[in-house]
């Protein structure tokens, strides 16, 4: 074949080219996690980048002056838009576009400017039918939780033309806590992967960060009240939050309907407050070497009067109504060695029974957070310690071991409760473990209807013993869209083989949103 016969050849496939379809398009819509309530037609919506936005319906108790809002309709409209590669010029017929608008309504007071809270409504119904869509909720929250839907719902055709189905969806989350617990105390978190975290968070519709931020380890928390706790407990003077980078993590997270609780754990993981406050943990004597100590020292004033001063602080920092008190894993061997400690549990009562001296601690600390009107979050084992709680204290169950027994016997007591105990995701193993998270169901013990409503929700906790900046996205995620699927949803939603192919899409549309999420399994995405 000629050199001219060859170059027209290769024109008329390019031209071909223009009219094929993408073989790889994904074909419809793929919810995640999925809505109470999809009712959808065949009837296919066009839009265009060009014309069509996002705007206040008239009669909304939101308008323009809402932030949070206009932030989030700049937001959605680059997610829509933004992240899709044309894959070949539009057909002709697809140059009109049916849906110009998406309209919003706030029903009741918007509480635009507020925090989100344990009782914040995220519930919206969605009706999508040209010209107009319409999303309605009753307050900003669940405009925040439609819009992500509302941006799922709408895919390219196999011709690169965005398109949406007419649907109608009501939709509200199954539990009020869905959260994700990070670590930056084992290692520093930057700044900038925390808020990739809540960006991912939002894509899954989680709204609590449980922010575990000082530990043994370091203490990255810069206090106002005390700074010689980060300036001697931190890893450097580089590995801190600063007060304007906490207010900037909890602005973040709040714009996206998150709320932010901070975990300070006491008495035990506190080796690294101990290095820049004085007399703070407890000096351990006999076969522990010299200058070693143990848990923060439950016998002095002196630790009661820091405590009160440093979480007052904490509660004028972070503005949610919790919290996290920690309580777990305390180590009694150093106490038992030490003499003064010996003779204050003689004095007061407490013979050898140094579980009563940790609820003599942790009541004492407990009081010091209701005086400063917070309420409190503690690990299981502060329950399973006979600690005398107050009314409305939150226990948080880890252990793996019978934990549907232990929500029974919480529950049974009258707590409420968060469940993380199958959901500890640096665990990791090969295979797709996320199946295994998948198929959890909370409410799957022995106690009464009563009981169940007890429990709160539940946390995917993500340890940082291995865990840094270079592997704390693809590690959580599309492991964690498992559980936040299982907190939002149904009971009834547990199909492995339909979650496994809307999860597949989900992790794309992930990666296309810039988060590094691991693969399912083998494929490819069309990013």
């Known amino acids: 074949m000629e050199l001219s016969g060859i170059l027209a050849a290769l024109a008329l496939l390019a031209l071909q080219s223009e009219q094929v379809p993408n073989a790889f398009a994904v074909q419809g819509p793929a919810l995640w996690p999925m809505p109470l309530s999809v009712q959808m037609t065949s009837r296919l919506l066009y839009l265009s980048p060009d014309n069509f936005h996002i705007a206040h319906h008239p009669s909304s108790k939101a308008g323009p002056s809402c932030a949070l809002l206009q932030e989030a309709f700049r937001r959605y409209y680059d997610y829509i838009f933004g992240s899709h590669k044309w894959h070949h010029h539009p057909a002709k017929s697809h140059v009109k576009t049916d849906l110009q608008q998406l309209l919003v309504s706030v029903v009741l007071d918007s509480e635009c400017d507020m925090f989100p809270n344990i009782s914040s409504d995220e519930s919206y119904t969605l009706f999508v039918k040209g010209p107009m869509a319409f999303l309605k ?30 649907s109608t969806i009501n939709d509200s989350p199954r539990f009020p806590h869905r959260g994700i617990l990070i670590d930056t105390a084992r290692h520093y978190l930057p700044v900038n992967s925390i808020l990739k975290t809540l960006d991912a968070m939002a894509f899954n519709k989680f709204n609590v960060l449980h922010w575990h931020i000082v530990d043994d380890q370091s203490f990255p928390y810069q206090s106002i009240t005390f700074p010689e706790l980060s300036n001697k407990g931190s890893y450097s003077f580089s590995h801190v939050y600063t007060p304007n980078e906490v207010r900037m993590v909890i602005e973040y997270a709040r714009l996206r309907g998150i709320r932010v609780i901070p975990e300070f754990d006491t008495p035990g993981h506190t080796q690294s407050w101990g290095k820049g406050q004085k007399d703070l943990l407890t000096p351990c004597y006999n076969e522990h070497q010299p200058g070693t100590f143990g848990p923060i020292n439950p016998i002095l004033n002196t630790t009661y009067s820091f405590l009160s001063k440093f979480f007052k602080e904490i509660s004028l920092v972070f503005p949610d109504g919790f919290i996290h008190l920690g309580g777990d894993e305390v180590e009694f061997a150093c106490w038992e060695s030490n003499p003064n400690i010996q003779d204050f549990m003689k004095q007061i009562g407490f013979g050898k029974d ?6 003599f601690y942790i009541q004492k600390l407990l009081d010091i957070i209701s005086t400063i009107k917070k309420g409190s979050i503690v690990w299981q084992e502060v329950f399973d310690d006979d600690v005398k709680l107050q009314q409305g204290t939150i226990i948080q169950v880890w252990k793996q071991d019978k934990y549907a027994n232990e929500l029974n016997v919480i529950t049974k007591a009258g707590f409420p409760v968060i469940l993380s105990a199958p959901w500890y995701l640096d665990y990791i193993s090969y295979g797709q473990d996320w199946m295994k998270y998948y198929k959890v169901e909370p409410l799957d013990f022995g106690g009464s209807q009563e009981q169940k409503q007890l429990v709160l929700g539940g946390e995917a906790c993500l340890w940082g013993e291995y865990v840094d900046a270079t592997n704390l996205t693809p590690r959580l995620w599309p492991r964690a869209s498992a559980i936040g699927e299982r907190l939002w949803s149904q009971k009834e939603i547990k199909n492995i083989d339909d979650a496994y192919k809307r999860l597949t899409v989900h992790r794309c ?18 990013i």
């Open 509 to 526: 549309r992930m990666l296309r949103r810039g988060i590094s999420a691991q693969p399912l399994f083998t494929g490819y995405c069309d």
């Open 137 to 166: 909720a009753n307050r900003v929250w669940g405009v925040l939780r439609g819009l992500e839907t509302f941006s799922q719902l709408i895919y390219q055709d196999p011709y690169g033309a965005f398109t949406i189905n007419e």
């Open 354 to 359: 140094f579980r009563k001296l940790e609820s």
